[in-house]
């Protein structure tokens, strides 16, 4: 056998293992299609935390619009061929996040949890970790509810700062 016999093969091989079914294409389009129809059917409020490409935004718009069922299949078809040619990782992030049985957004929730507890019984050091990761965040606010917290568990009271903590450190991450 010579180099370019091998040669041949080995191009042959590449070739096979590149090839993907039709059955494939067509779960992937329709996963596409699905991830589509959880964008249209949500909230606008929640819609406007994703970070989509002004066309993927209109044809949602429209598909929320259309009334007639085939129309409204035919536009779903339209965004999961949208889909195709955008960045889906940040969209499926960012909706692993936003489904409460996701194992993405059970790990954000205990990030969140750990960085409040550490923020209760460590205090400044916490704060300016936080400030270094969120620029925005109200360094005044986060002390006094430090505060507030550290006082709870010393006296044993309901946990009422901690709760705010958790909230505000969530609204950051998002």
């Known amino acids: ?21 039709k059955s494939q294409l067509k779960r992937d389009s329709h996963a596409l299609q699905d991830m589509g129809s959880k964008l249209v059917e949500m909230p606008q409020g929640q819609l406007a935390k994703f970070n989509l490409p002004d066309n993927l935004k209109d ?16 536009q779903m078809q339209y965004i999961g061929k949208l889909m195709r040619t955008a960045d889906i990782s940040f969209i499926q992030e960012t909706l692993d996040r936003m489904d409460h049985q996701s194992q993405t957004y059970r790990q954000h929730f205990m990030q969140l949890e750990t960085l409040r507890d550490r923020l209760i019984s460590q205090g400044n050091p916490v704060i300016e970790e936080l400030m270094e990761k969120y620029p925005t965040a109200d360094r005044q606010q986060l002390r006094n509810l430090q505060r507030q917290a550290a006082r709870e568990v010393e006296l044993k009271k309901a946990p009422t700062a901690s709760k705010k903590i958790f909230a505000y450190l969530r609204q950051l991450s998002e």
């Open 1 to 21: 056998m010579t180099d370019s016999d091998i040669q041949k093969n080995s191009d042959n091989d590449n070739s096979e293992e590149d090839l993907v079914s």
């Open 59 to 74: 044809a949602i718009t429209e598909a929320r619009r259309l009334k007639n069922r085939e129309g409204k299949r035919r």
